[in-house]
C-alpha cells in the first residue's frame, strides 16, 4: 500500500515535501529497498506525466522539474520524499507514488505501465 501525503495550497515560488508511505510488504512481494519509486502527476485535463524516479543507487528527474524537485527515499522508515522548491502554478496537480520492481533502474522508468502500484495521489495547487 502506499499513501501520500504533503500536499496543499502554496504560493509561486514556494515549496512543498511529499511524503509516499510505503507498507505491506508481503503484497509486492520482495523487499522494498529492492524496488524502484516514482512521482508522476496529473493536472486538469492533462496525462499523467513522470516527475522523478529512484532506485537502490541511481535517480533521474524529469526535465520540466529538474533543479527544483529532488526525489529521496529511507529504506528504515520505507518513506519516499519529493521536495519540491521553487514551486509554479504550472505545477499544479494531483501527485501520485508509485511502485516497480525492474532489473534495470534506466528501462522503462519514466512510463506509466511499468509501474505496478500506486497511492490515491496527494493535491498541489500553486498560486499566482
Known amino acids: 500500500q502506499l499513501v501520500e501525503s504533503g500536499g496543499g495550497l502554496v504560493r509561486t515560488g514556494g515549496s512543498l515535501r511529499l511524503s509516499c508511505a510505503v507498507s505491506?510488504?508481503?503484497?509486492?512481494?520482495?523487499?522494498?529497498?529492492?524496488?524502484?519509486w516514482g512521482w508522476f502527476r496529473q493536472g486538469p485535463g492533462t496525462e499523467r506525466e513522470f516527475v522523478a524516479a529512484i532506485g537502490e543507487n541511481e535517480a533521474y528527474t524529469g526535465d520540466s522539474v529538474k533543479g527544483r524537485f529532488t526525489m529521496s527515499r529511507d529504506n528504515v522508515d520505507n518513506t519516499v520524499y519529493l521536495q519540491m522548491n521553487s514551486l509554479k502554478p504550472e505545477d499544479t496537480a494531483t501527485y501520485y507514488c508509485?511502485?516497480?520492481?525492474?532489473?534495470?533502474?534506466?528501462?522503462?522508468?519514466?512510463?506509466?505501465?511499468?509501474?505496478?502500484?500506486w497511492g490515491q495521489g496527494t493535491q498541489v495547487t500553486v498560486s499566482s
Open positions: 505491506g510488504r508481503s503484497a509486492f512481494g520482495r523487499s522494498l529497498d529492492k524496488m524502484n
Open positions: 508509485a511502485g516497480r520492481f525492474a532489473t534495470s533502474f534506466s528501462t522503462g522508468v519514466t512510463w506509466r505501465s511499468s509501474y505496478a502500484h
